[in-house]
């Protein structure tokens, strides 16, 4: 085994810090500490002489660690491991500690107890150092191949950008057409015009001329080369790791060879079995055999086989001209190699029938703004008219009600976000086509918040358009003439107003697609609590998940219009395409570990584990121990934190070299007041003590700050070995509780700070003496305040007496 | 009621006054849709009373003109719009949370300060007349068990109840 | 036999022995014993509720008490009652914190909630213990040329999150029952709506305005009788028609029956033992249509 050397690196930034600690006396000590062989005092050390000195100590074999005391500022730390590792040993022997923000900025008024503590931290820093261990890099291959699951309008242009980009796509969709919510709707705000439209395809698809945008059908979405569209299949399993995950689908019969099939409807006028047509709100009827809307993909008849009746009738059969009905294709299961997978299921209408009060489902006039869009669409089921679905008479008194489900805490307390603009838009396509139409929106706010928006809602007022501010609270019906009745109370004229109507128009809330929870469940992803896909960071990173690899975007995150939806799409193929272009997924070995002979298989750390990186593998009959996937393993530490046998470790951050680090901050104290360790999670938490130092905010030099990856990885008994090493208070600083970087770390850590202090009580200590921070980088001043009511705290109380002090 | 359940705002005094008493909890949930008006049998005889009013005026401080409303008195208690609230605005209760305020500042229509009177006399808000309860044994009832007045009256000092009730006596 | 503690509060005894009559005769004929505790006071409904709701609670939670030292749940007839006592129930059963509080004020009178026994309307025991099918094979008249406006009012559904007794929207266990003896329940205008019972004694006026709406639709609808499952709903709509007579210049004749009544006279028992003259509405065209 190599003997230790340390290099120790003191930058004093630009000779300012040492104005404040005194540079000699810290020379002296560092001298002194054992395993120190090299000593450099410089003005800087992430470039020039400052990191050749570096260099040039490794590459000399005088030093084989090596700790920089460099300010934080110029993320120093990235230049000075890149050239140690040219160097030539592993750049996770590096310890970089920051002097200038964490000692010499804060602790300015009181520079002879800043240079203590900064003795302390340099002890810690070397004591570290010699512990540190060699972490390999690790490459991964990534296949470079997609799925995309959804092929409504956002999961065709996420589909077209990878093809586009050259990867390998998979449009996987359960019905039998694509188009999703788009086909239906027939046209779109803010453009008003057809809804099943898309982009251009980049691709040199001959004859398709590159514009901004394309009918589907004309898109030539379909001619792709390296775009495969599957219909009628639904994913079932979801199997192995980012960049090679094994995908089952279950691919449904459609019984129409699409090659053959020439949409000439010789089929539909012989099929014997009618049914009432929900695709188009059941405002008609369809037959077993039948085609949604001709021009969305793929070109060709399905049928239901449901309600077909096979090979007992087969009539459909006979008159087919190309032969292209087929009776005996049969359910297939295919299974795909993918690197990644991108969600885009969409959303749909809640059922407004359990807002029994409204007799929707009930009374055939209520009716909802999806299938008022089907009856608007000239390709739909009543041809553009405006009719009421009860008898097929005009509808002339029309009424809207929106929020049906919606801002409502008994069914979806979101609000839908698209709705107004949907009524808005739909109002005004029935006030254009039937002038003398009365129509009047019921609603609670109007929401145009959107580019283009508000112009609608100022159209619509021109329009003769009437709002009424009020939810009804029911619809009832006239028993002699069959009208409906809409009571509301309009708030503004204080009066309650008994609305009469043809029809009436719901606009429902829209909620996650049929099957969103079996999906989440399948690929390991999580909902929000509204149940929509939950994002990775709702700020910066809507397209993305917790895990590697799982990409996703349009409804199925929350409900969006069409333009959020297509950035949305094209963003998740950027992030997709930025995973997949290099082929490899390149991450180092700071990961958890499993010591086998003490792992006691209670499975606590698998259903911790946030990215499902841990699995329980049967080493010997019916033993199991846990297993931590390097691929997915995130460098959390948090099931470190929940074993209760220490039987897991994480590399580059064990308990000896926390137990070490702790022990060195403790070593020197140089102010009157108690010693109080800060363990800070590497994100929040250690981001707000940077920013008070950076802000030169000032508080006490007996805090002396360690970093942990998440405050999740810390145990109760650290908590106690905190107290032994000297600290008479310790202070937990992590993310927001909602907030964690991690997802649950500094929950965790929360709980276990509480158990800690129920502890603390029974041992006659007293339980203020550990406290759970939480706050961000620009609370800078929050960790100021909590450092001094700490300090104050613990001076009121007097010096801690333990039991055995080590 | 949601007691206890409910995270209280930083509204203002009348507000909080609602919000902190049994039956007030859920006050500052309400986005005024109007769907408790529409629902109320009162509301749609008389402009006199607006449930939406009533909540508005309470969250806009206006306390003295809630509390001295005769308006406040003329809910029925159907439940109707507490049964439709989208936002689950226990209104009904709330109500009754700020008749209760209104009670304590000495706000009492008469027929109120009976009932609490009778309640505190013989445990009934509804006098059973001698000649009733003679009456049963002829028509075939069985006597009526004797009343837990005392047991009543312990309850009603527990809550000072029966301070209130002289407090309106004594106004 | 199934033994419940009948809760008779104030109003029924005060004003009404035929509902009491009815109500014992026809569940005891049915089976199920009505046991009268002592002790028991008013459910402190909401004129009580208005002035402090603590007391109400506490009040209510007393009553419930002595069911539970009597190992039985309770029945009540009046539905004013039965909110009361059943929302108090309800509500102390899954708020800790708020059971603490009323216990801590019951402590005084000797007494402590635990939440054991049920709070149940007669309705419901009919609907669930009884069984309308047994109702149909016990009745010795049938109502069959009976057409029924029924009408539960308020505090039997609502607030239904608490009372969880019909579904609030669309409730059919008292027109089920009410089928279960042989009559019609028709359908009219706003069923759900309030009498307006409550407001009798602080605007007579508007109570008067809504209890006629009540009339005037279940008049349109060809009703030959309300039933009511509540004395309050019953004095707005019995002794309020003579009151809407002499305001309105409207008669409607429209007797109003409780459902024990319409049940007892199914049942067979003598219309002399049910004190039908406490009806201002006479009643009489009804029993003729006993078959």
């Not at chain 1, 005194?22 to 002489?49: C, H, M, N, P, Q």
């Not at chain 3, 008049?219 to 009151?243: E, K, N, V, Y």
């Amino acid at each position: 085994m190599d003997e230790v050397k340390v290099g120790v690196f003191l930058s004093d930034c630009g000779k300012q810090l040492s104005e404040i600690l005194d540079f000699d006396t810290l020379i002296d000590y560092v001298k002194k500490i054992a395993g120190v062989s090299f000593i450099v005092r410089s003005s800087e050390f992430w470039r020039g002489k400052g990191l050749q000195s570096i260099v040039d100590a490794v590459r000399d074999g005088k030093i084989n660690r090596v700790v920089v005391a460099e300010s934080l500022v110029k993320l120093s730390d990235v230049k000075i491991v890149e050239a140690v590792e040219k160097a030539g040993i592993n750049p996770y022997l590096v310890e970089v500690i920051n002097l200038e923000e964490h000692c010499g900025w804060p602790h300015r008024n009181t520079p002879s107890e800043a240079t203590e503590k900064a003795k302390a931290m340099l002890f810690a820093a070397v004591e570290r150092a010699k512990l540190l261990e060699p972490i390999e890099k690790l490459e991964f291959p990534v296949l470079k191949s997609t799925l995309v699951i959804g092929g409504g309008i956002a999961g065709m242009q996420v589909a077209e950008d990878l093809a586009d980009l050259g990867f390998k796509v998979h449009l996987v969709e359960r019905a039998p057409f694509l188009g999703g919510l788009a086909a239906r709707a027939g046209r779109f705000f803010p453009t008003d015009d057809c809804a099943i439209c898309i982009q251009s395809p980049a691709s040199d698809v001959k004859t398709i001329t590159h514009t901004s945008r394309k009918c589907v059908y004309r898109s030539g979405l379909s001619e792709i080369p390296n775009l495969e569209i599957l219909t009628n299949s639904k994913i079932i399993g979801v199997e192995g790791v980012p960049g090679n995950y094994k995908v089952t689908i279950e691919k449904k019969p459609r019984y129409v060879n699409e090659m053959k099939c020439v949409l000439c409807d010789k089929c539909t006028a012989v099929c014997p079995v009618e049914v009432p047509d929900e695709y188009n709100a059941k405002l008609n009827t369809r037959k077993a055999i039948y085609m949604n809307i001709p021009n969305v993909y793929p070109p060709a008849y399905v049928i239901d086989e449901n309600i077909c009746k096979f090979h007992d009738c087969a009539k459909c059969v006979e008159v087919c001209p190309t032969n292209a009905i087929e009776l005996n294709q049969e359910t297939e299961q295919l299974k795909l190699d993918v690197g990644a997978i991108i969600v885009s299921t969409g959303f749909e209408e809640f059922d407004a029938s359990v807002i029994k009060e409204y007799h929707y489902g009930d009374y055939p006039d209520v009716i909802t703004n999806l299938e008022l869009a089907r009856m608007i669409d000239g390709f739909g089921p009543t041809a553009g008219k405006i009719v009421k679905p009860s008898n097929g008479k005009p509808a002339k008194k029309i009424v809207m009600i929106q929020c049906v489900g919606s801002r409502d805490r008994r069914w979806n307390p979101y609000c839908s976000s698209i709705c107004c603009m949907i009524s808005l838009k739909h109002a005004m396509l029935m006030k254009s086509a039937h002038p003398d139409a009365d129509i009047a929106i019921c609603y609670i706010d109007i929401r145009t918040t959107g580019r283009e928006h508000e112009y609608y809602y100022e159209q619509a007022r021109e329009m003769g358009i009437k709002f009424v501010k009020g939810r009804p609270t029911e619809i009832s019906r006239d028993p002699e003439t069959n009208r409906l009745i809409v009571d509301v109370e309009d708030a503004l004229l204080k009066k309650i107003l008994e609305l009469e109507a043809d029809m009436v128009v719901l606009a429902p809330a829209m909620i996650p697609a049929e099957g969103t929870k079996e999906l989440a469940e399948i690929l390991g992803i999580e909902l929000c609590e509204d149940g929509f896909f939950k994002e990775y960071n709702a700020k910066l990173r809507p397209t993305e998940t917790k895990l590697r690899g799982i990409y996703l975007c349009g409804g199925a995150t929350f409900p969006k219009d069409a333009p959020t939806s297509s950035l949305h799409a094209h963003s998740a193929a950027v992030k997709a395409a930025k995973f997949l272009t290099t082929g490899k997924i390149i991450k180092d070995q700071r990961t958890a570990v499993v010591n086998e002979d003490y792992c006691g298989d209670c499975e606590f750390c698998p259903v911790t584990c946030p990215y499902g990186a841990i699995s329980l593998e049967e080493i010997s009959e019916g033993h199991f121990v846990a297993k931590v996937s390097d691929i997915l393993c995130e460098g959390c530490g948090i099931c470190v934190g929940t074993c209760p046998l220490n039987a897991i470790e994480l590399r580059h951050s064990r308990p000896d070299q926390m137990r070490a680090q702790m022990r060195g901050l403790m070593s020197v104290n140089g102010t009157s007041k108690p010693l109080v360790l800060a363990i800070c999670c590497s994100e929040c938490g250690h981001a707000a003590v940077d920013s008070s130092g950076m802000a030169m905010m000032q508080y006490p030099a007996n805090v002396r700050i360690m970093k942990v990856p998440c405050t999740g990885i810390l145990q109760v008994h650290q908590f106690f070995e905190a107290f032994k090493t000297g600290a008479e208070g310790v202070m937990i600083v992590g993310c927001k509780s909602d907030g964690c970087h991690y997802e649950v770390g500094v929950q965790k850590a929360e709980k276990k700070v509480e158990l800690t202090r129920m502890l603390l009580k029974e041992y006659g200590i007293a339980p203020e003496r550990l406290e759970m921070f939480n706050m961000v980088f620009i609370e800078g001043n929050k960790f100021v305040e909590a450092a001094q009511t700490m300090t104050e705290r613990l001076e009121k109380l007097g010096p801690l007496q333990l039991m055995s002090v080590s | 009621m949601e007691y206890g359940k409910e995270q209280k705002t930083t509204g203002s005094e009348f507000s909080n006054a609602i919000t902190s008493r049994l039956g007030g909890e859920t006050l500052t949930r309400c986005y005024q849709c109007g769907t408790c008006v529409s629902s109320c049998p009162v509301a749609r005889l008389t402009d006199e009373f607006n449930p939406r009013e009533i909540i508005k005026l309470s969250l806009l401080e206006e306390s003295a003109r809630v509390l001295s409303s005769d308006s406040i008195w003329l809910c029925c208690s159907c439940y109707s719009c507490q049964e439709r609230c989208p936002q689950k605005v226990e209104i009904a209760d709330v109500i009754y949370a700020i008749r209760n305020i209104a009670f304590e500042k000495g706000y009492i229509p008469n027929i109120y300060s009976e009932f609490a009177s009778a309640i505190l006399d013989d445990g009934r808000i509804v006098n059973i007349s001698k000649f009733m309860e003679q009456k049963r044994s002829t028509i075939g009832l069985p006597p009526l068990t004797p009343t837990g007045v005392d047991a009543l009256r312990k309850i009603l000092s527990a809550t000072g109840f029966d301070k209130l009730q002289k407090e309106v006596e004594e106004a | 036999m199934t033994s419940y503690a009948l809760f008779l509060g104030c109003t029924i005894p005060a004003r009404q022995p035929n509902y009491e009559l009815s109500a014992r005769k026809a569940l005891t004929k049915l089976g199920i014993e009505l046991v009268d505790l002592a002790n028991m006071t008013c459910c402190a409904p909401p004129p009580i509720q208005s002035i402090n709701l603590e007391t109400s609670l506490s009040i209510a939670a007393y009553n419930i008490c002595l069911a539970e030292e009597a190992d039985l749940n309770m029945i009540t007839l009046c539905t004013g009652c039965f909110e009361s006592l059943a929302m108090a129930n309800a509500t102390l059963k899954e708020n800790e914190e708020l059971k603490g509080k009323v216990n801590k004020i019951l402590s005084n009178a000797g007494k402590e909630f635990t939440g054991s026994k049920e709070v149940k309307h007669y309705l419901q025991v009919l609907m669930n213990d009884v069984g309308a099918k047994h109702i149909k094979q016990s009745i010795s008249k049938t109502l069959s040329n009976l057409k029924v406006a029924s009408f539960s009012g308020c505090h039997l559904l609502r607030p239904s999150e608490l009372l969880k007794f019909d579904d609030p929207e669309r409730p059919h266990i008292f027109d089920d029952l009410i089928e279960a003896l042989g009559a019609k329940s028709v359908e009219y205008r706003n069923k759900l709506k309030c009498c307006g019972g409550l407001l009798r004694g602080y605007s007579d006026d508007l109570a008067l305005n809504i209890a006629r709406e009540k009339l005037v639709n279940t008049s349109r609808a060809g009703a030959d009788c309300i039933s009511t499952l509540c004395p309050f709903c019953f004095i707005a709509l019995d002794i309020g028609q003579l009151q809407i007579k002499s305001k309105f210049q409207e008669e409607y004749n429209m007797p109003v029956l409780h459902y024990a009544e319409l049940l007892s006279l199914a049942l067979g028992i003598d219309p002399k033992e049910l004190s039908l003259e406490t009806h201002k509405i006479k009643v009489d065209k009804i029993i003729d249509k006993l078959s």
